[in-house]
């Protein structure tokens, strides 16, 4: 069975600083990996995901994430925040096994300060 | 193109009330879901419907029904509430329902269940 792990309920960065929200996952297939951003009072929205091409993958608002099969890693990251970049963003795993089944992440909610 | 849509936005039920949530999709997915969304635990799958006149169920089934008796509706039905059904739920849809594939979210309902 497959799980994601969020390392971090909250983040807090200043305007300008760099974005790091950590994501690992566990599947004994390869999965196919996502991020969703939730701005408040909204549903969720896709940023990125990961299909097994290209291992680097950019998304909408600046985002990127890169897969690494050897740590189990799709951690999201963002050079420069913006305030408009606070939210919470939810990592999520997906595999092929015939039947339907996406894990979310329980989530980090970004907080970005002036 | 409202693409997808949930109705009401906010409910506050008795214990032992019931009550119907609508969602929408003007996408022409065949896939729909509906999802609820707790504190610390991101979002677990309910039921989902891979086409007209089918429904499944999915992580947490237990005190819901649905239906999706038009293409283009999926109904979630809750007969009895109980307070640990408060939350908020998340509609989605996809096109296709793989592994790949981007849900589209609906706004939310939020859920108080008194």
């Known amino acids: 069975a497959q799980s994601v792990t969020q390392l971090g309920s909250h983040v807090s960065v200043s305007e300008g600083a760099l974005v790091l929200l950590r994501c690992n996952y566990s599947?004994?297939?390869?999965?196919?990996l996502f991020w969703y951003v939730q701005y408040p009072n909204q549903g969720l929205q896709l940023l990125l995901k990961?299909?097994?091409?290209?291992?680097l993958v950019k998304g909408i608002n600046g985002f990127e994430a890169e897969f690494k099969k050897s740590e189990t890693s799709f951690h999201l990251t963002k050079p420069s925040a913006h305030m408009s970049d606070a939210a919470e963003y939810f990592c999520a795993v997906s595999v092929n096994t015939g039947g339907f089944k996406t894990i979310f992440g329980a989530g980090t909610r970004l907080f970005v300060k002036a | 193109n409202a693409g997808v849509t949930q109705t009401p936005k906010f409910r506050v039920l008795k214990t032992g009330q019931s009550m119907t949530l609508l969602c929408a999709q003007d996408?022409?997915?065949?896939?729909m879901y509906w999802y609820r969304q707790d504190p610390g635990m991101g979002l677990r799958l309910i039921h989902y419907s891979v086409g007209e006149g089918t429904t499944a169920k999915g992580e947490v089934p237990d005190g819901y029904n649905v239906s999706r008796l038009k293409k283009q509706n999926f109904l979630l039905g809750l007969e009895s509430a109980a307070p640990s059904q408060t939350s908020v739920y998340f509609c989605?849809?996809?096109?296709?329902?793989?592994?790949?594939?981007?849900?589209?979210f609906g706004p939310g309902t939020r859920l108080t269940v008194l």
């Open positions: 989605a849809s996809s096109g296709s329902g793989t592994s790949t594939d981007t849900q589209y």
């Open positions: 599947s004994s297939v390869p999965p196919y």
């Open positions: 990961y299909t097994s091409a290209a291992t």
């Open positions: 996408m022409n997915h065949e896939y």
